[in-house]
């Protein structure tokens, strides 16, 4: 079984600070996606990265995809209350078993005080 | 162009019976996939379709089938309900086969509640 690990389950911050999300795995993935989601709605789609070592920036946030496509952290630079959520890591495998398959971690819980 | 719509969003139903949940996808997205999200389990793959063809399937009980019509809508059921299926279900559609999750988007979810 593939699992994704995703750490920390739970953040708590202030407004202004920095904060990191990180998510690995013993598995190789073909693509890493990060997801956004709101109580009660599905996930939002925020980016992916397919590459090993890429890295993508979207505003305050940064995204990496390690070197051998196992792990990826999220990093969240001044934290606003605006980017409270469920914050999931999802990986998709190339082909065959894995048609239409994204493997999710955990999920971390962030919530940004005022 | 319109998301991913998912009807009905809420739905509460008692123990030993069966649900259907539709899906309709994106415009021109051909594949449908459908997840469980729970509090313990999280997201949890149930099925995949393309074009009208399940071609993946999850570690779900034959209880949980599903299909995909021409139209690329597609639709699960849930036979003899049980507690532990309370849940919100999601699906998700993706314009083309190559499984790099590179479009996966999902729709609002159904919330099941089964008393």
């Known amino acids: 079984t593939q699992l994704l690990e995703q750490s920390p389950q739970f953040l708590s911050i202030q407004e202004g600070e920095n904060l990191t999300v990180y998510c690995n795995s013993s598995?190789?993935?073909?693509?890493l996606q990060w997801y956004r989601q709101e109580p009660g709605e599905g996930p939002v789609l925020l980016v992916t990265?397919?590459?090993?070592?890429e890295v993508k920036k979207l505003k305050r946030l940064t995204f990496q995809f390690g070197d051998a496509r196992k792990d990826s952290s999220l990093h969240i630079t001044a934290a606003q209350p605006g980017d409270t959520g469920l914050y999931l890591c999802?990986?998709?495998?190339?082909?065959?078993?894995?048609?239409?398959?994204?493997?999710f971690g955990q999920g971390t819980i962030l919530t940004v005080h005022p | 162009k319109a998301g991913v719509t998912q009807t009905p969003r809420y739905l509460i139903k008692t123990r030993g019976q069966q649900v259907t949940l539709s899906c309709s996808p994106i415009?021109?997205?051909?594949?449908v996939s459908w997840y469980q999200q729970t509090p313990g389990q999280g997201l949890q793959f149930l099925f995949e379709?393309?074009?009208?063809?399940?071609?993946n399937k999850g570690n779900f009980p034959g209880r949980f089938s599903g299909r995909q019509f021409s139209n690329s809508r597609s639709e699960m059921n849930v036979s003899t309900l049980e507690l532990g299926d309370s849940a919100l279900y999601l699906c998700?559609?993706?314009?083309?086969?190559?499984?790099?999750?590179?479009?996966?988007?999902f729709g609002p979810g159904t919330r099941l509640t089964v008393t």
């Open positions: 998700a559609s993706s314009p083309s086969s190559p499984n790099r999750g590179l479009v996966w988007r």
């Open positions: 379709y393309f074009s009208e063809t399940q071609r």
């Open positions: 598995s190789v993935f073909s693509s």
């Open positions: 415009s021109g997205h051909r594949s």
């Open positions: 990265v397919v590459t090993g070592g």
């Open positions: 999802a990986g998709a495998r190339a082909g065959g078993t894995s048609y239409g398959k994204l493997t």
